[in-house]
């Protein structure tokens, strides 16, 4: 299959002397061939184009998940920004993907089942390197806009105030102290938080803050099933008993 090459003008960024950033340092602790060899059967290239390297895609991926963007502000942004960039492997000035080669990359990576494991993998890395003690874990959901309106997997989803949108939901569950993501769950955009809230909660969890979309038995049971204690944002309080409160 025919691929694009990128970072030919790599050097360009030795040239001028610019500030590292945290994921020059984050990169460096990773061991992305083995990604990359996973990756080797990928290819979710637009008829009559060369495909991307699919490690870059992935990576960009990972961007997304740890800052919490779209595919549109993805796409901007691995363009625009020095520090994405050079996570992904581009160089200074060359073109990068737009935002539909992310929707068929992710496509692709839920085709060959290896969204969740590669996700695993690198988060278990990045575990084995960092010598900390859990205090807690945040969970919250992001809305990611489909592609198109005909992408029969998205639904519709309102929230007040909002303009409706139609795509998927991300539930993510992140470490309290260190915002290191540590399991994701990606569901139709009218999934209920409560209901797939379990499936982004880590082992031994600690305190598990959210808000108050995820009141109820069914994510309280599950975060004290997986040894953690339900710390939930409680609406609705006024006049209620102040020990109650």
Not at 154 to 180: E, I, M, S, Y
Request: hydrophobic share 40%; glycine share 8%; proline share 4%.
């Amino acid at each position: 299959m025919s691929r694009r090459r990128i970072g030919q003008e790599a050097f360009g960024f030795a040239v001028d002397r610019y500030a590292t950033s945290s994921l020059d340092d984050l990169a460096d602790l990773i061991d992305w061939a083995l990604v990359d060899q996973t990756l080797v059967g990928i290819s979710c290239a637009a008829r009559g184009e060369p495909a991307w390297p699919p490690l870059a895609l992935f990576k960009a991926m990972l961007l997304s998940i740890w800052y919490d963007l779209s595919d549109v502000k993805l796409a901007e942004a691995v363009d625009d920004r020095a520090s994405f960039r050079r996570f992904c492997g581009f160089s200074r000035s060359e073109p990068t993907p737009e935002r539909t080669a992310f929707v068929r990359f992710r496509r692709s990576l839920v085709a060959h089942g290896l969204d969740k494991s590669l996700f695993d993998t690198i988060t278990g890395q990045l575990k084995a390197r960092a010598i900390r003690v859990k205090t807690g874990t945040l969970v919250d959901a992001t809305i990611i806009a489909s592609a198109s309106e005909d992408d029969g997997e998205g639904h519709w989803v309102k929230h007040k105030g909002r303009p409706a949108v139609h795509g998927f939901k991300a539930h993510v569950g992140a470490d309290a102290d260190t915002a290191l993501v540590e399991e994701i769950a990606v569901t139709p955009a009218n999934i209920n938080d409560g209901k797939a809230g379990p499936d982004a909660l880590p082992d031994n969890p600690g305190n598990v803050y959210a808000d108050s979309a995820y009141r109820g038995d069914h994510f309280g049971k599950a975060v004290i099933a997986k040894g953690g204690t339900p710390r939930i944002v409680a609406t609705g309080m006024w006049g209620r008993d102040e020990a109650e409160v």
